[in-house]
């Protein structure tokens, strides 16, 4: 199942008796704020759950090297998600019940 924003807005607003319309609006400043946290060089940390941070990367003098233009930019950005620990053991006890592979990721 995948958790749109429109069944996260049901389900919160059927969980907490909120209106549709005011837990839609919570959920939009909510990613707006992360992404404004994430595009300055921020960190999110929601304890029990993840951590989202930016991180810029330098790639070193000959970045562009295998392109034709060579104009690869040196210092590029990326969005790293680190799973916390609590979440991969009960992901972990999830996998040991069904047998599938479970979400391998660095300590939050």
Known sequence: MTLTKNKMVSEV??????KNRDVQLMLETLVE???????????????G???????????????GWLLRS???????RRVVVRVSR??????SITHDESNTRPFQDHDA
Not at 70 to 76: K, Q, Y
């Open 13 to 18: 607003g059927s969980r907490t008796r909120l």
């Open 33 to 47: 704020v992360w992404r404004e946290e994430l595009v300055s060089g921020g960190r999110i940390e929601l304890e």
């Open 49 to 63: 759950l993840f951590v989202i941070e930016s991180q810029t990367v330098d790639r070193g003098e000959r970045s």
């Open 70 to 76: 060579g104009s690869a930019p040196r210092h590029i």
């Open 86 to 91: 609590s979440l991969r053991r009960r992901l």
